[in-house]
């Protein structure tokens, strides 16, 4: 479907609508906020999970883009025409009703565009985002349901699940050299398309998928469905669940001594040093997931975060500052900041030719001096197809004395090829 196309927005009830709201959060910005003026901070939007399943994305976000913002060459330290950018936030509660109503909510409060938001989500803000004219750039949402849609109103960071699941994929086919997957997914689409796109990849490179498993959020164990997979004869599952569901059947999975029959492949949700843990280096140790490969400007980009924040990056916490930075760019390419920028500019920005860059302040300043730019991005490259959608490697970790370690790397060509 073109995303050009328009249509009626989803039906909200006060209640849908009010729970997706959230303070509005200035990161650096001073002065009056006035919408529509063209003097106070420009306003762009964070609709992230803050809370729900994936509340963990949220923070990592706004840390990410409070880094392109406040960091070293950053936009609020370089300006945009002698203004400054001023997050609002929303929290889409890790719940597609409770999004839309936040995307509505940011539209009232009239950003340019958005940063966010999730994979869970994600689909159903499409025709929102078409009819609002409203863009949004996702640096977590690899669902498969945004391939080939994007590019105008729709754009993420972080490359689409077909490609990381192609990575699993490959990693389970050629390396131990499993011939037998399972799929186990949480009941939504964004789990279930990574998983889909796994194990047909895992097929067309010879092996079989010889059973699913569909994990309820709401049950208590999910010792059924380690059974049900041992008795299918898998030697490895991948696992696309969240944290909490990952946790648990992995509890299930140990004590029932499971880690003798199959292996486990894990979704880049869990693929932290806090699930490590919690769930006990002894039980994590050799466990295998995979996560996009970091771009040209993951150092520099790591010790900017480390000067604010104090930490080392979480994950998607490169992926959200890129999107800050594009988009800022974006606004300066276009002269202002409009709604218009980000489709009419992303893709140029993104991709070369032109002076490559990898902090605002040194693109704005190509920029002013009538250069074209390629972005150079810390999660990724940050080159777009025609989709909006970034061109990457993607790393295969496994934990390796209690810590992720990467254990290889597959290119974007690798990752083309069909099997």
Same mark, same amino acid.
């Given at each position: 479907?073109?995303?050009?196309?328009?249509?009626? *927005?989803?039906?909200?009830?006060?209640?849908?609508?009010? *729970?997706?709201?959230?303070?509005?959060?200035? #990161?650096?910005?001073?002065?009056?906020?006035?919408?529509?003026?063209?003097?106070?901070?420009?306003?762009?939007?964070?609709?992230?999970?803050?809370?729900?399943?994936?509340?963990?994305?949220?923070?990592?976000?706004?840390?990410?883009?409070?880094?392109?913002?406040?960091?070293?060459?950053?936009?609020?330290?370089?300006?945009?025409?002698?203004?400054?950018?001023?997050?609002?936030?929303?929290?889409?509660?890790?719940?597609?009703?409770?999004?839309?109503?936040?995307?509505?909510?940011?539209?009232?409060?009239?950003?340019?565009?958005? #940063?966010?938001?999730?994979?869970?989500?994600?689909?159903?803000?499409?025709?929102?985002?078409?009819?609002?004219?409203?863009?949004?750039?996702?640096?977590?949402?690899?669902?498969?349901?945004?391939?080939?849609?994007?590019?105008?109103?729709?754009?993420?960071?972080?490359?689409? @699940?077909?490609?990381?699941?192609?990575?699993?994929?490959?990693?389970?086919?050629?390396?131990?050299?499993?011939?037998?997957?399972?799929?186990?997914?949480?009941?939504?689409?964004?789990?279930?398309?990574?998983?889909?796109?796994?194990?047909?990849?895992?097929?067309?490179?010879?092996?079989? #998928?010889?059973?699913?498993?569909?994990?309820?959020?709401?049950?208590?164990?999910?010792?059924?469905?380690?059974?049900?997979?041992?008795?299918?004869? =898998?030697?490895?599952?991948?696992?696309?669940?969240?944290?909490?569901?990952?946790?648990?059947?992995?509890?299930?999975?140990?004590?029932?001594?499971?880690?003798?029959?199959?292996?486990?492949?894990?979704?880049?949700?869990?693929?932290?040093? +806090?699930?490590?843990?919690?769930?006990?280096?002894?039980?994590?140790?050799?466990?295998?997931?995979?996560?996009?490969?970091?771009?040209?400007?993951?150092?520099?980009?790591?010790?900017?975060?480390?000067?604010?924040?104090?930490?080392?990056?979480?994950?998607?916490?490169?992926?959200?500052? @890129?999107?800050?930075?594009?988009?800022?760019? +974006?606004?300066?390419?276009?002269?202002?900041?409009?709604?218009? =920028?980000?489709?009419?500019?992303?893709?140029?920005?993104?991709?070369?030719?032109?002076?490559?860059?990898?902090?605002?302040?040194?693109? *704005?300043? +190509?920029?002013?001096?009538?250069?074209?730019?390629?972005?150079?991005?810390?999660?990724?490259?940050?080159?777009?197809?025609?989709?909006?959608?970034?061109?990457?490697?993607?790393?295969?970790?496994?934990?390796?004395?209690?810590?992720?370690?990467?254990?290889?790397?597959?290119?974007?060509?690798?990752?083309?090829?069909?099997?």
């Amino acid at each position: 479907m073109d995303e050009r196309a328009g249509g009626p *927005k989803p039906r909200l009830g006060r209640r849908a609508y009010l *729970k997706g709201v959230s303070p509005i959060v200035g #990161v650096g910005a001073a002065g009056c906020l006035g919408v529509g003026t063209d003097s106070g901070p420009i306003r762009v939007g964070n609709l992230s999970p803050f809370s729900g399943g994936l509340g963990w994305i949220g923070p990592n976000s706004r840390r990410g883009i409070r880094t392109a913002l406040a960091g070293n060459g950053g936009v609020n330290r370089a300006t945009i025409d002698g203004r400054t950018v001023e997050i609002v936030e929303r929290d889409t509660e890790t719940d597609p009703e409770t999004a839309i109503a936040g995307f509505r909510s940011l539209d009232d409060a009239g950003v340019e565009t958005m #940063v966010g938001p999730s994979s869970v989500v994600a689909a159903s803000l499409f025709r929102p985002a078409l009819t609002a004219r409203l863009s949004f750039v996702s640096p977590v949402s690899g669902t498969t349901q945004l391939d080939n849609i994007g590019g105008t109103y729709i754009w993420r960071t972080v490359p689409s @699940d077909t490609v990381g699941a192609r990575a699993q994929a490959r990693f389970a086919y050629q390396e131990p050299g499993w011939r037998r997957m399972a799929l186990a997914y949480r009941d939504s689409k964004g789990s279930y398309s990574f998983s889909k796109a796994s194990g047909e990849y895992f097929s067309s490179l010879g092996g079989d #998928v010889v059973t699913e498993v569909e994990l309820n959020p709401n049950a208590t164990d999910y010792r059924s469905a380690v059974r049900t997979i041992q008795d299918a004869g =898998a030697s490895v599952v991948s696992l696309t669940a969240g944290t909490t569901i990952t946790g648990q059947f992995i509890r299930d999975y140990v004590s029932l001594g499971a880690d003798d029959d199959f292996a486990i492949l894990l979704g880049n949700d869990v693929l932290t040093s +806090a699930f490590i843990d919690e769930m006990g280096a002894d039980t994590m140790e050799g466990m295998v997931g995979q996560t996009p490969a970091p771009g040209p400007a993951i150092d520099a980009f790591t010790e900017r975060y480390d000067a604010i924040h104090g930490t080392p990056p979480g994950i998607f916490a490169a992926a959200a500052y @890129d999107a800050m930075n594009l988009i800022a760019l +974006a606004f300066v390419t276009e002269g202002e900041p409009n709604r218009r =920028a980000v489709p009419d500019h992303l893709r140029k920005i993104g991709n070369p030719p032109g002076t490559e860059v990898s902090t605002f302040a040194a693109g *704005k300043a +190509a920029l002013e001096a009538d250069e074209p730019i390629n972005y150079v991005g810390a999660a990724t490259p940050q080159s777009f197809n025609e989709y909006g959608d970034p061109l990457g490697s993607f790393a295969i970790n496994q934990v390796v004395d209690g810590s992720w370690q990467t254990v290889t790397t597959y290119t974007a060509e690798q990752l083309s090829e069909r099997g």
